[in-house]
């Protein structure tokens, strides 16, 4: 099923016009139209049932450009992840060069105040308050009042150097606030531009993952009884072996033992391999990353050797699939589109790694 790519929008800043997207990369491009038009020509060369003889070629062939699918689909989870977060760190940045700006803003209202301290202080000392020690005893009527004018004075001085050291640390403070706010903003609005590109990026990807979706899913509806079967029982299904427990992610995904695989589905009817990894530990109140390489990247690495149920096993170059193993040398997972979770023996596909969480 298409996946649908969010739609963000918004000013790039406080006050500045949208920015010039740069031209999307070419690269991708080109590989993306390869990519579609090699699965074009392999979904019109079959377009008939298979006989019993070319059974195991089928499968093999199918297989082969569901890896394919597969690997494009966890791509483009992984940009639609990249492109969200991205947006909430641009919108981080957009309330943090707010908040500076406020700051600055506040900062240069104290420096006005400040300085009108300053230039007060200033003018009190150039009406003729501030005179040398000699000249005050001499020009005083008395002792006490000669002690006076001296004490004013000195009071007049720290005064006036706590107003100059507040008058300097405002305008500090206003400077470095307004620095702040045009650096967030600056990288709000390159980190926009490129997320542009990574809509691009996305939107080739999900066209290159439509073509195949289509190859895969008229493949399947094109096999007879004895090669659909053959399909759904590529991997050897198990009936699971149950080690007793009672709780975490493992019954959740056991409990979904049947269900249909889907593109991009993280249930609660369809799944696909990530997904269904995705939905058992929200069951258990427990988030974990949406992609298959996030999430054999995330967790506590184990060996084969280690693995206890619930660990997350990953298979194949690039981490292309995932699934649950639930002991007993068995493993949960949703495979391919036309077969149903299933439990298959851990060491049926090529091994990538395992985490736990």
């Known amino acids: ?195 542009e590109n990574r809509h691009r990026e996305l939107a080739e990807e999900q066209q290159s ?4 979706i289509r190859e895969i899913e008229e493949r399947v509806s094109a096999l007879d009884a004895e090669a659909r079967a053959a399909w759904e029982n590529k991997n050897n299904p198990l009936e699971p072996i149950m080690s007793g427990a009672d709780s975490g992610a493992v019954p959740a995904a056991l409990g979904k033992l049947g269900s249909p695989y889907g593109w991009g589905a993280a249930g609660p009817d369809q799944f696909d391999c990530s997904g269904l990894m995705l939905w058992a530990y929200q069951q258990q109140g427990k988030t974990i990353p949406r992609t298959s390489q996030a999430q054999l990247a995330g967790g506590t690495q184990v060996s084969r050797a280690d693995l206890q149920p619930g660990d997350i096993v990953g298979y194949y170059p690039g981490v292309t699939h995932v699934g649950m193993y639930i002991g007993n040398g068995q493993l949960v997972h949703a495979s391919d589109y036309g077969i149903p979770v299933q439990v298959v023996s851990v060491d049926s596909m090529p091994w990538a790694g395992a985490v736990r969480y």
């Open 209 to 212: 993952l439509e073509v195949r």
């Open 1 to 195: 099923m298409p996946i649908v790519v969010p739609d963000f929008t918004g000013n790039l800043s406080l006050r500045d016009p949208p920015l010039r997207l740069h031209p999307a990369p070419t690269h991708r491009l080109r590989r993306t139209t390869a990519a579609i038009l090699g699965a074009v020509m392999l979904t019109t060369a079959i377009t008939a049932p298979a006989h019993a003889e070319d059974i195991d070629t089928l499968i093999a062939t199918m297989e082969e450009v569901s890896h394919e699918a597969t690997a494009t689909s966890e791509e483009v989870k992984q940009l639609q992840t990249e492109i969200e977060d991205g947006y909430g760190r641009i919108d981080g940045l957009r309330a943090d060069a707010e908040a500076a700006q406020q700051r600055a803003q506040a900062a240069r209202s104290a420096e006005q105040d400040h300085q009108q301290e300053v230039d007060g202080l200033a003018g009190a000392k150039y009406r003729g308050l501030m005179i040398d020690p000699v000249t005050n005893a001499i020009a005083a009527a008395t002792p006490q009042n000669a002690i006076d004018r001296a004490a004013y004075l000195a009071t007049l001085t720290r005064n006036t150097e706590r107003a100059v050291e507040k008058l300097s640390d405002a305008t500090a403070e206003a400077g470095r606030s307004h620095t702040d706010a045009a650096r967030m903003l600056a990288e709000a609005a390159f980190q926009q531009s490129q997320l």
